[in-house]
C-alpha cells in the first residue's frame, strides 16, 4: 500500500474479526530499537481514560482487545508484533492507532526498513507498506484500523514527528507526568486549549498553535497545552511540521492527525521527555521477609508442593495442571500465554487428562484449554513433556489429526526444548486436503516462567492473589524436582562434537556439528529469556545475517566454522543499553568468555580515562580482563585486580589515542550436559549473569559499544 491508502479488513480475507499487527525495523550496527504503542480513540480523536493507551508497561487490555506480543529477533533487526481482537474492541471505540517511538537522541532515519503488516490470526499477511522517507522523527504513526460503514478498514499513515512518545500520548488526551528538578512527578493539567473532542488545529505554517503554561510557584513547568493565565503573556513554543500523508482516501476517510504538541520545556528551556501515567498493579517485593523457622532446614508450606514426585509422568500430570490452573485464574498470565497463539479474548476453561476417540483406542492428551467468545469456542490440544523428555512426533501427528476432524483450532506442545525459526521442536506434516486447518504452537517452560516473572517483578498484575500465585507458580517451576527448569539437554551430538573437538578428529560437514548449533542457539534464547526476566527489560539474541538468510544456511556457516576453531559464539542484546554482550564457548580450552567493548570515558588525558573507568567498576570481580583499545589495533591489558594499584599500566605503550576498552569474564566450563552445577548449559548461563551483574550494571552512563566476538 502506499501513505494514505486505505483498504477493508474484510475484502482481505473472511475472518477479519482478530488480526495480528506487526511493526518491523532493521539496524546495520544492531542496536537500533523503538517502542510501539496502541491508542484506542473514540470519534472525537481522544482516548476515553489513560486505559486506553497500551505501550511496554501496560501491554494488554483486560477485555483482550489489544495485547502486545513482544519483540521477535529478524536478521539485523526486530519485528514487534500486537494481536488485535476487533470483535473484543468497545462499541464507542472508532480508531485504533498503531504507533512507535524512541527516545534520548535515537530517530526513526537511523533504522531501516520501516514497515507494517497486518495478518490473519493464523499469521497469513494480509496488507502491509513500508516507509522509506524517515530522517529526524523521533516518534511515528504507522497506520490505523477504524469503523466504517459497519466494518473495520485499515489506513497506511507512515508519519513522523519529532515530539517522541510523550507528544503523541499529550495530543491522544493522555495524562502525562513530568520529573521535577526534586526528581518529584509533576501531575498534569487537561487540555484546554483544543476545542473539546477534536486534536489540536494546524496553524497556516502547518505548525501547532497552543498556549503556554504558567508554573505554580517555584514548580516545574508541566506538560501539555493550556490556556495561558489572564495577564501572561503566551510564550512562543516551536513545533515540529506535521508532514502530511500523500495520497489520501476519500474525504470520509482522511486521517485526523492534524498535529502533535511538542515537547514540554523546562524553565531553563531545555526540553524533558514525560514518561506516561499507569494504573498502579501490584508487585512482590524483591526481598524477603525474615523467616521464622527456627532453622533453615524448615521448608515453607507450598501451594504446589513437588517433593514426592518420582516419576516423568507424575511430573507431568503435575506440571500441565498447575499450569493450566493458574492460566484461568491469573487471566494476566493466560491472556498473554494464549494471545500469542492467536486465541480469542474470553471465559477460560482448562482440563486435563481428557479422553478422546483416536482409532481403536481413545487418545488422551495432557491438557485442553478452551476459550469462548461472543457464542463460539476456541480450543487448543496441550501436549506435555518435563525433565528434558523429547516430544514424540508420532503423539503430536495423532493430536493434530484429532484436532482437525474435531474441528479444534491448535495444538500446542509444551517443553524443556526452546523453539527455533527453520528447525521446529518436533516433525509433524500436515494435510493441506483438509478444509480445517490446525495450527501446531510451541511453548517452552522458560518462556513461562519468563512472563510470571514479568509481572510479578516489574509489571505488576490486578490484585494479590494473583501476585501470589504467580509467584507460587514461578516456585514450582524453579524447584528441582519440578523437571521445568527449561532447556537442559544438549542433545545426543554434544558429547562426540565436543571429543572430536578435542582430539581434532572433527570433520567438516559432519551433520552432528549442525545439531550441536541448534542446541547452542536454544541455550542463549533461554539466557536472554532469564536474564530479560530478572531485570524486567527485553533480552535478545542478535544475529548478523542478511534479512530473509536461510536459517539453515547460518547453522551450516557456524558449524564450520565450529570445526574449524572449536568454538560457539553468540551476541545478546538488552534493552535500556546500546551496545551488546559477546558470548564464546572454546571447547578446546574449556573456557567460556563474555566480554563487551565500551568507549573511554572523557577525560583530559589518557590516564584520568583510565581512571575513571577503574573507578566506575570499583564493585566489579577482581578477575574481570580489561584492555585498552586503539585505532588498528589492541593496547596493554590486565586484571582489574593488578590496575586498581596501578591504572597506568593500562595505557598504550606507544602513546596511541585511546578509543575505548574491552572488559571480559573468563570462567571455566562445565563438561557435563545436565543441569547440575558442573553442566555446560549451567556454566554459560551463570557466565552471562555474573557478565552482566557484576561488569554491564556497573558501568552507568557509559555507552556499551559491541563487542567483537571472541
Not at 542496536?31 to 510501539?36: I, L, N, R
Not at 526513526?108 to 514497515?115: H, V
Not at 578435542?502 to 539466557?527: F, K, P, Y
Not at 585486580?641 to 589515542?657: K, S, T, V
Amino acid at each position: 500500500m502506499t501513505k494514505g491508502a486505505n483498504v477493508s479488513l474484510t475484502a482481505l480475507g473472511q475472518d477479519a474479526g482478530a488480526v495480528v499487527v506487526s511493526l518491523g525495523w532493521t539496524s546495520a550496527s544492531g542496536a537500533g530499537d523503538a517502542d510501539v504503542s496502541v491508542f484506542l480513540l473514540g470519534t472525537n480523536g481522544k482516548v476515553r481514560s489513560d486505559d486506553d493507551f497500551y505501550f511496554y508497561n501496560r501491554p494488554a487490555a483486560e477485555d483482550g482487545s489489544v495485547q502486545l506480543l513482544g519483540k521477535t529477533p529478524t536478521g539485523s533487526g526486530d519485528e514487534d508484533r500486537i494481536g488485535l481482537d476487533l470483535t473484543a474492541v468497545p462499541a464507542d471505540i472508532a480508531r485504533i492507532v498503531v504507533a512507535a517511538s524512541q527516545y534520548g537522541d535515537a530517530c526513526f532515519g537511523d533504522l531501516d526498513d520501516l514497515r507494517m503488516t497486518v495478518a490473519d490470526r493464523s499469521g497469513e499477511p494480509l496488507v502491509g507498506f513500508s516507509i522509506d522517507d524517515a530522517s529526524v522523527e523521533s516518534a511515528f504513526v504507522f497506520g490505523e484500523l477504524y469503523r466504517r460503514g459497519g466494518e473495520w478498514k485499515f489506513r497506511a499513515v507512515g508519519q513522523g514527528y519529532e515530539t517522541g512518545l510523550a507528544g503523541l500520548a499529550t495530543a491522544f488526551g493522555i495524562s502525562v507526568v513530568e520529573e521535577g528538578e526534586d526528581g518529584e512527578d509533576s501531575p498534569t493539567t487537561p487540555d484546554t486549549t483544543a476545542t473539546p473532542g477534536t486534536a489540536p488545529a494546524p496553524s497556516a505554517a502547518g505548525e501547532t498553535e497552543r498556549g503556554t503554561r504558567t508554573p505554580a510557584a517555584g514548580g516545574p513547568v508541566p506538560a501539555g497545552p493550556v490556556t495561558a493565565t489572564a495577564g501572561a503573556a503566551p510564550a512562543p513554543i516551536e513545533h515540529a511540521p506535521v508532514r502530511p500523508a500523500a495520497h489520501a482516501g476519500p474525504a470520509e476517510d482522511a486521517p485526523a492527525f492534524a498535529g502533535v504538541p511538542a515537547q514540554s520545556r523546562g524553565r531553563d528551556g531545555s526540553v524533558t521527555r514525560g514518561a506516561p501515567t499507569t494504573r498502579k498493579k501490584v508487585t512482590l517485593p524483591r526481598v524477603a521477609r525474615k523467616s521464622l523457622a527456627e532453622n533453615d532446614s524448615w521448608q515453607p508450606a507450598r501451594l504446589f508442593p513437588v517433593p514426592t514426585l518420582k516419576s516423568d509422568r507424575e511430573r507431568e500430570v503435575r506440571a500441565t495442571s498447575v499450569l493450566l490452573s493458574v492460566m484461568t485464574q491469573v487471566p494476566e498470565l493466560g491472556r498473554r500465554l494464549t494471545a500469542a497463539f492467536g486465541a480469542p479474548a474470553g471465559r477460560t476453561q482448562t482440563f486435563t487428562e481428557v479422553s478422546l476417540p483416536h482409532g481403536d483406542a481413545p487418545r488422551r492428551p495432557d491438557g485442553v484449554i478452551r476459550i469462548e467468545r461472543a457464542g463460539k469456542l476456541w480450543t487448543a490440544l496441550v501436549e506435555t513433556k518435563t525433565n528434558g523428555n523429547p516430544l514424540r512426533a508420532e503423539q503430536v501427528q495423532a493430536y493434530m489429526d484429532i484436532a482437525a476432524r474435531r474441528g479444534y483450532e491448535a495444538v500446542i506442545t509444551l517443553s524443556n526444548d526452546v523453539a527455533l525459526d527453520g528447525a521446529p521442536v518436533v516433525d509433524v506434516k500436515i494435510d493441506g486436503r483438509r478444509k480445517h486447518k490446525v495450527d501446531l504452537w510451541h511453548l517452552s517452560w522458560a518462556e513461562v516462567a519468563h512472563q510470571a516473572q514479568l509481572l510479578i517483578r516489574h509489571e505488576g498484575v490486578g490484585n494479590p492473589a494473583h501476585a501470589w500465585l504467580l509467584q507460587e507458580l514461578l516456585e514450582y517451576l524453579r524447584h528441582e524436582n519440578s523437571g521445568c527448569h527449561g532447556f537442559q539437554n544438549m542433545r545426543p551430538s554434544w558429547v562426540p562434537v565436543r571429543k572430536g573437538i578435542e582430539d581434532e578428529t572433527l570433520n567438516m560437514g559432519d551433520e552432528r556439528a549442525v545439531d550441536v548449533v541448534e542446541s547452542w542457539e536454544r541455550l542463549i534464547r533461554q539466557v536472554c529469556l532469564r536474564l530479560g526476566g530478572e531485570l524486567g527489560q527485553k533480552a535478545l539474541p542478535v544475529q548478523r545475517a542478511r534479512r530473509g538468510s536461510d536459517p539453515r544456511e547460518r547453522r551450516l556457516a557456524a558449524a564450520e566454522t565450529l570445526c574449524v576453531d572449536g568454538r560457539l559464539s553468540a551476541e545478546l542484546r538488552v534493552d535500556g543499553t546500546s551496545g551488546v554482550i559477546a558470548v564464546t564457548a572454546d571447547l578446546r580450552t574449556g573456557k567460556v568468555r563474555t566480554s563487551t567493548d565500551v568507549p573511554a570515558p572523557e577525560g583530559p588525558t589518557a590516564l584520568v580515562s583510565v581512571k575513571k573507568l577503574v573507578r566506575m567498576l570499583a564493585e566489579a570481580p577482581a578477575d574481570l580482563h580489561v584492555e585498552s583499545l586503539v585505532e588498528g589495533g589492541s593496547g596493554a591489558r590486565g586484571t582489574l585486580e593488578r590496575l586498581r594499584p596501578e591504572p597506568g599500566n593500562l595505557l598504550p605503550r606507544d602513546g596511541a589515542p585511546l578509543s575505548g576498552f574491552r572488559l571480559t569474564l573468563i570462567k571455566g566450563m562445565g563438561n557435563t550436559r545436565g543441569n547440575t552445577e558442573s553442566g555446560f548449559i549451567r556454566s554459560v548461563d551463570d557466565a552471562v549473569a555474573r557478565f552482566h551483574q557484576g561488569v554491564v550494571a556497573r558501568l552507568g552512563p557509559l555507552d556499551v559499544r559491541a563487542g567483537r566476538r571472541g
